[in-house]
């Protein structure tokens, strides 16, 4: 069969716009010196591509002709070159959109002394992709199936797709990523062709990946610690000594040294000598931050209005490496203060803490008060936090009626979050889920014995590329045999907002006792909602919500709310400004928000 054969290992034919442009500018640079000591006339000109609209920008921006317009020191002998150029050019940089049979016509006319060029160009047929053919050698044909049919998947070019040099370089490394990703830290291309047959407008792709042998990982090789023990990144690491090598377990390393409060920036590298396969070690970089930090934001939220928060951090408290933080935060609801003296991450991984905070919230015409004190120990591993406590809450609520209560309660607890999501900042696939679990024992400092369950869980499913289904449910309820006023205020349940149900006031669904609010027992919400993305970083979503908070669950009353929304993927995280109707109250709320509830 007649065609071309294209090796990106030797001289491809099919190059992309960046790599293509060395030889023309070096034969343009001969030009100008060459044509610059007969003191040449000098042309003026514009360029006009014609050419459909899959194409024009990258002729525009590539074309020698188009670009050495903007100077004022072309040559007529150096223009009469670019002129007879162009039809190459133009040639070479549609064959990277697979497009390898143009007909390009340039036409040159002069009025006033002014030349205009103009370049036609007609595509013809596109060039699509008639078979791929991807081969595996090395460990991978006998090891791990899994992984090879892993790579086979990312590999994102199909039989029917039109040929395109950008969507076969990027189909290939997808690919070749994907086999390095786990196991075969070593593996490379050895063999990548595309043969092109320009008179049936039809390629054949194929690639040759060398996976090489298994990789396990050894010791860590640290860098750049001064101020703070070197022991601390060792203590965090979750990584086992021949464990088989896993881009996401070293990227775990690096999440679980940044979760630290040490360490400014965080650089991990695995040295890929696959003659030295066994207990490769980990090269970690570290830049750490001073001993004394202060950090500090400004924020808006429809529910919660403009904001303030900052924290002051000294992290070398004994000359022990415990860092000792005293942050806070101000809003129109809520004014928050806390002081915490931490250890450094013991052995195991564990963070123990003291801390006392005071809170003073004001929503929906009642006031808490909640001071705390107590201790903890928490662990982040992998997609996993835990956290065991014991809180003393030391509570008083005012509302619209005299007489405040107050409530006190020891309270040992338990909390576990799980993210298992595809993109932890913009998630499409995957879950996140909450668990806390708590009690007290009237007489243990304790005004009511009472148990406390809460739970909240995202829900992620895509529909095609484009769109998506998120749902939410969220349980709370505090269980006693006495009175909600003799449990602290600040561990009941109210419900309303952007972050629960939509349409309805900043924790407005509750306990209504003379226009005061106030939180209950239980509380169940839940949503559902449609997102479209029209682009990568715009869509819009439509979404219903539902729920309730009540003291008694036989009296419950769902409040129901419904709505449309904009979503954008922004620098900084998601933001989602969303207009609810309360199907109940017969309102209309709006709603701004940035980040993932959770």
């Known amino acids: ?292 930090s202060i950090r500090y934001g400004v924020g808006y939220a429809t529910d919660t209005g403009f904001h303030i928060q900052g924290a002051y951090s000294y992290l070398d408290t004994f000359g022990k490496a415990y860092p000792f933080t005293i942050s806070g935060r101000l809003d129109q609801t809520q004014q928050y203060g806390r002081v915490q003296l931490a250890m450094p991450p013991d052995s195991h991984g564990w963070v123990n803490a003291v801390f006392g905070s005071y809170t003073i919230t004001d929503v929906s015409s009642t006031k808490i008060y909640s001071g705390r004190i107590g201790v903890q120990r928490s662990r982040s591993r992998q997609n996993i936090d835990t956290t065991y406590s014991l809180t003393f809450y030391d509570d008083r609520l005012t509302q619209n009626e005299p007489n405040p209560s107050t409530a006190r309660a020891l309270v040992p607890a338990w909390s576990w979050v799980r993210r298992d999501v595809d993109d932890p900042l913009f998630p499409r696939r995957g879950n996140i889920i909450r668990a806390e679990a708590g009690f007290a024992v009237k007489g243990a400092l304790s005004d009511q014995t009472f148990a406390r369950l809460y739970t909240n869980a995202l829900q992620y499913v895509p529909l095609g590329k484009n769109d998506l289904l998120v749902f939410r449910a969220e349980f709370g309820g505090v269980f006693t045999s006495g009175p909600s006023s003799g449990v602290p205020a600040s561990l009941l349940f109210r419900a309303g907002g952007a972050n629960s149900v939509r349409g309805y006031s900043y924790l407005s669904i509750g306990n209504n006792v003379s226009g005061s609010i106030l939180p209950t027992k239980y509380m169940v919400t839940g949503s559902s909602e449609y997102q479209h993305w029209f682009t990568h970083d715009w869509g819009g979503a439509v979404f219903f919500d539902i729920g309730t908070a009540t003291d008694t669950w036989g009296e419950r009353v769902f409040q129901p709310g ?10 900084v995280g998601p933001v989602n400004v969303d207009v609810a109707y309360g199907l109940k109250n017969k309102s209309i709320k709006p709603y701004l928000t940035l980040g993932i509830a959770f």
């Open 1 to 292: 069969m007649a065609g071309r054969s294209f090796d990106p290992l030797r001289a491809s034919r099919v190059k992309s716009p960046g790599a293509r442009r060395l030889p023309a500018l070096i034969v343009a640079c001969i030009a100008f010196v060459a044509f610059g000591f007969a003191a040449p006339a000098f042309a003026k000109y514009d360029v006009d591509v014609d050419a459909p609209r899959s194409v024009k920008k990258l002729l525009k921006d590539n074309l020698d002709i188009a670009r050495f317009a903007k100077r004022d020191n072309v040559s007529d002998d150096q223009f009469q070159f670019l002129v007879t150029a162009t039809p190459k050019d133009v040639r070479d940089l549609v064959a990277t959109e697979g497009y390898f049979t143009p007909v390009v016509r340039t036409d040159v006319t002069t009025e006033d002394d002014k030349r205009s060029v103009k370049v036609s160009v007609d595509l013809g047929p596109r060039t699509k992709v008639a078979s791929v053919q991807l081969q595996f050698t090395g460990a991978v044909s006998t090891e791990d199936v899994a992984q090879e049919n892993a790579a086979r998947f990312a590999f994102s070019v199909s039989e029917g797709d039109p040929f395109t040099q950008s969507g076969w370089d990027d189909a290939k490394n997808a690919a070749l990523r994907a086999l390095q990703s786990k196991r075969y830290l070593g593996a490379k291309i050895v063999r990548s062709q595309a043969r092109i047959n320009p008179r049936a407008h039809l390629a054949d792709l194929s690639v040759t990946f060398d996976s090489g042998p298994t990789f396990t990982l050894g010791k860590l090789d640290v860098s750049g610690p001064k101020r703070y023990p070197a022991w601390i990144i060792d203590h965090v690491n979750p990584i086992q000594d021949g464990e088989v090598y896993d881009v996401a377990r070293v990227n775990e390393l690096q999440r679980q040294i940044q979760n630290t409060p040490y360490y400014a920036s965080v650089a991990i590298d695995v040295d890929n000598d696959v003659s030295k396969p066994v207990e490769t070690p980990l090269h970690v970089k570290v830049s750490e931050y001073p001993y004394n």
């Open 562 to 571: 419904v709505g449309v929304g904009a979503r954008w993927r922004s620098p």
